[in-house]
Nanobody
Framework: VYLVESGGGLVQSGGSLRLSCVASISHFDDYAIGWFRQAPGKEREGVSC????????TYEDSVKGRFSVTRDNVKNTVYLQMNSLKPNDTAVYSC?????????????WGQGTQVTVSS
């Protein structure tokens, strides 16, 4: 099992990026996919999580209204669309998979992709 993120890069403040998370997981639609980020010198924080329970997709408060998640279960891919990026969004972004629901522990992690937002 592996997860691979892509789509990171350098963007100016106010710009946009779309990250992708491709997972090699059987029964991909049984898994919740979370996005996390870790900035230098800071702890990792959850950005969003999407599953097929009634909870749907949740977002960390600082990204609500700017970030959105879409999921393609045919391609085993989850996308994180990031708009109106700010310098403090700079971090390594990783995706992770948890069986069934966002409330469970994450079993599989990707290596991450760097997002840098310049002011």
């Amino acid at each position: 099992v592996y997860l691979v993120e892509s789509g990171g890069g350098l963007v100016q403040s106010g710009g946009s990026l779309r990250l992708s998370c491709v997972a090699s997981i059987s029964h991909f639609d049984d898994y919740a996919i979370g996005w996390f980020r870790q900035a230098p010198g800071k702890e990792r924080e959850g950005v969003s999580c999407t599953d097929d329970t009634d909870a749907g997709t949740t977002y960390e408060d600082s990204v609500k209204g700017r970030f959105s998640v879409t999921r393609d279960n045919v391609k085993n891919t989850v996308y994180l669309q990031m708009n109106s990026l700010k310098p403090n969004d700079t971090a390594v972004y990783s995706c992770a998979a948890a069986y069934w629901s966002c409330g469970r522990s994450y079993d599989y992690w990707g290596q991450g992709t760097q997002v840098t937002v310049s002011s």
